[in-house]
């Protein structure tokens, strides 16, 4: 299946959705991860937690609604892709460069802050 066919099963039949709703950009970016050989990959569903839709005051398991799907992102290290549905807020990745590798440690083992 291709990873927006894959997208929709997984609304469709676990969250008893009619379809998934996506703007031409998301569109775009489910075919350039095919295109550059990550459509093997699986597809994880960042929704919010109160509900089988996107809705968090449509409580339990609605049927007949729509996912919108606000992103697609990439991750090639996990080998998996997110789909970001409806308004859900992510947990963001760890900076390039973290804090943690300019602390120091002096020969009597004392934490040495950046400076």
Same mark, same amino acid.
């Given at each position: 299946?291709?990873?927006?066919?894959?997208t929709?099963?997984?609304?469709r039949?676990?969250?008893?959705?009619?379809?998934?709703?996506?703007? &031409?950009?998301?569109?775009? &970016?489910?075919?350039?991860?095919?295109?550059?050989?990550?459509?093997?990959?699986?597809?994880?569903?960042? &929704?919010?937690?109160?509900?089988?839709?996107?809705?968090?005051?449509?409580?339990?398991?609605?049927?007949?609604?729509?996912?919108?799907i606000?992103?697609?992102?990439?991750?090639?290290?996990?080998?998996?892709?997110?789909?970001?549905?409806?308004?859900?807020?992510?947990?963001?990745?760890?900076?390039?460069?973290p804090?943690?590798?300019?602390?120091?440690?002096?020969?009597d083992?004392?934490?040495?802050?950046?400076?």
């Amino acid at each position: 299946m291709s990873l927006w066919d894959k997208t929709r099963h997984i609304a469709r039949t676990i969250y008893g959705a009619e379809d998934i709703l996506a703007d &031409k950009r998301v569109r775009d &970016k489910f075919a350039q991860f095919e295109k550059e050989g990550f459509g093997n990959y699986p597809i994880c569903m960042a &929704k919010t937690q109160y509900s089988f839709s996107t809705d968090p005051l449509l409580m339990g398991a609605p049927t007949g609604h729509d996912v919108p799907i606000r992103d697609v992102r990439l991750c090639s290290g996990a080998e998996f892709i997110v789909v970001v549905c409806g308004a859900i807020m992510t947990m963001p990745g760890s900076p390039r460069n973290p804090a943690s590798q300019a602390i120091g440690v002096d020969k009597d083992k004392n934490m040495q802050a950046p400076s």
